[in-house]
């Protein structure tokens, strides 16, 4: 049967099983990946199946981990590489920064760097210190990377395929509070191209955009917002590099309102990018400044009050009530 229900994590690992089926030049390599299938079990089962010559368990030694992985890449392979938690990619920062990033670059685009790096990112689990992060904007500065993150198991299934196939490297973020989630996944039908923004859910009167764990949220927003008659847009963007503004455009100009949401700080954070290209396309459709809603700029917080911080269910509301307001 072509379509299954799976949580996103199950998805992750059907489609991190299918890259490996069909291309042998498919690795996954990481902390714990092989015998212990991850810390969140995505790569479960792979390294039974694939041998530890495909499924490679590393020391604890991030940016020897990518260094290895451009490596790799230049001699035509194309790893996958598992970042066991968001707060433990900064020591491979130097590695993506200098290296993967410049690459295709500085060869004129002749040398490909098919290299994907997987990060668990966000909070929502109560979780330890440097075990939440959302560091997104900074790799999504970065030219040179393309930046992604599913918010569905359909999602999640399509995008890691397509950024296994892709030539140059892509930063995947995974949404871990969403990961026991469950969704369709049609393994036949390929929901869309990498980089396009998806319209959740269908509505005239504000535009809201999010990504990854903050999807679910605004849908929910959505749906507590129809109860009083307004009637809301919820934009899946999937893509944080390069991003998607024709949907997000096309979207502000049905509605004339727009509120972005998302988890990492809004100090500086990808919402102010969509803010400023999206008031110089709609000057003339907006019939309210571009709102906001995200984290605190402040270093992530213990987990006790992780709820205080990340932008829920209220804030989103209430900054949907102020666009209104206008």
């Known amino acids: 049967m072509a379509v299954q229900k799976l949580p996103l994590a199950k998805a992750l690992n059907e489609s991190l099983r299918k890259a490996l089926e069909t291309?042998?030049?498919?690795?996954?390599?990481?902390?714990?990946?092989?015998?212990?299938?991850?810390?969140?079990?995505?790569?479960?089962?792979?390294q039974?199946?694939?041998?530890?010559d495909r499924v490679i368990d590393t020391p604890l030694a991030e940016s020897g981990i990518v260094g290895?992985?451009?490596?790799?890449?230049?001699?035509?392979?194309?790893?996958?590489?598992?970042?066991?938690?968001?707060?433990f990619v900064f020591p491979a920062y130097d590695q993506i920064v200098t290296q993967l990033a410049k690459m295709r670059a500085r060869?004129?685009?002749?040398?490909?760097?098919?290299?994907?790096?997987?990060?668990?990112?966000?909070?929502?689990?109560?979780?330890?210190?440097?075990?939440?992060?959302?560091?997104?904007?900074l790799f999504a500065h970065v030219a040179g990377l393309k930046v992604v993150t599913p918010a569905n198991s359909s999602d999640?299934?399509?995008?890691?395929?397509?950024?296994?196939?892709?030539?140059?490297?892509?930063?995947f973020f995974e949404p871990k509070r969403r990961y026991w989630d469950k969704g369709e996944v049609?393994?036949?039908?390929?929901?869309?191209?990498?980089?396009?923004a998806r319209v959740a859910r269908e509505g005239t009167d504000l535009t809201l955009v999010a990504y990854g764990p903050m999807v679910k949220t605004c849908l929910e927003a959505a749906a507590a917002a129809a109860e009083e008659g307004k009637s809301i847009e919820v934009v899946d963007l999937r893509s944080v590099s390069p991003l998607d503004f024709d949907t997000i455009q096309t979207s502000v100009e049905k509605t004339g309102r727009l509120v972005v949401v998302h988890e990492a700080p809004v100090f500086f954070g990808s919402?102010?990018?969509?803010?400023?290209?999206?008031?110089?396309?709609?000057?003339?459709?907006?019939?309210?400044?571009?709102?906001r809603v995200g984290g605190y700029h402040a270093p992530y917080p213990p987990a006790r009050l992780e709820e205080e911080y990340l932008p829920g269910l209220d804030r989103v509301l209430d900054a949907v009530d102020r666009s209104l307001a206008y």
């Open 186 to 196: 049609d393994v036949d039908a390929i929901p869309g191209e990498l980089h396009k």
């Open 23 to 46: 291309d042998p030049k498919v690795l996954v390599m990481g902390l714990d990946v092989g015998k212990l299938g991850g810390v969140f079990r995505i790569t479960d089962g792979l």
């Open 271 to 291: 919402g102010a990018e969509i803010a400023a290209r999206i008031t110089e396309r709609c000057f003339y459709h907006l019939e309210a400044p571009v709102l």
């Open 156 to 171: 999640a299934y399509w995008m890691l395929q397509q950024a296994i196939q892709s030539d140059d490297p892509v930063i």
């Open 68 to 87: 290895t992985a451009i490596g790799l890449a230049l001699r035509g392979y194309r790893p996958v590489v598992e970042i066991q938690f968001d707060g």
């Open 48 to 52: 039974k199946d694939f041998g530890e």
């Open 107 to 137: 060869s004129l685009g002749t040398v490909k760097m098919p290299v994907v790096i997987r990060i668990p990112y966000g909070g929502g689990i109560g979780a330890v210190e440097h075990h939440s992060e959302s560091p997104e904007s």
